[in-house]
């Protein structure tokens, strides 16, 4: 009878701990998913508004993936189309092609504080591959004195 009283009481610790661990798990996991919503929001702040971009965009709602066109003439200044910041690792592949009349056009990746700058000189064609390991990311379009074209598509690699 003291066997199955102790087992009995041991089950009913074990099932309620478990139940506390898996309360706990539920609120770390909150707690996280809370955490990255915030950053995610903040991060999209150093994306250029729709309203101000120099060209046509279709982006996704977290802001790395979509699709970026402009027909430019004589166009100076820079767009931050593509990117935020984020705890989660993620991989993006870039695809940019540019007709280029005159002036210059220059693609910039910013992968926390560094920035590799991709100038096009003539017509070209740009392909990227992405490993983000969390933190920010940003891709933008620079322009000075540029007539052309730019179509630059990113999708999740």
Sequence with gaps: MKKLLATAVAAAVMLSLSGCMARGMFFKNSVLNAFETAVSALGRLSLTSELFLRGDLSRSLDGYTG??????FKEHGKDVVFGGTSTKPRKIRLAVSVTNQS????????????????????SGFLELDLDIDGGSCYISAEYSGFSGSVVMTSEEG
């Design 103 to 122: 002036g210059e056009v220059e693609i910039k990746v910013r992968l926390g504080s560094k920035t590799k700058s991709y100038p096009f000189g003539e």
């Design 67 to 72: 699709t970026y066109k402009i027909r430019a």
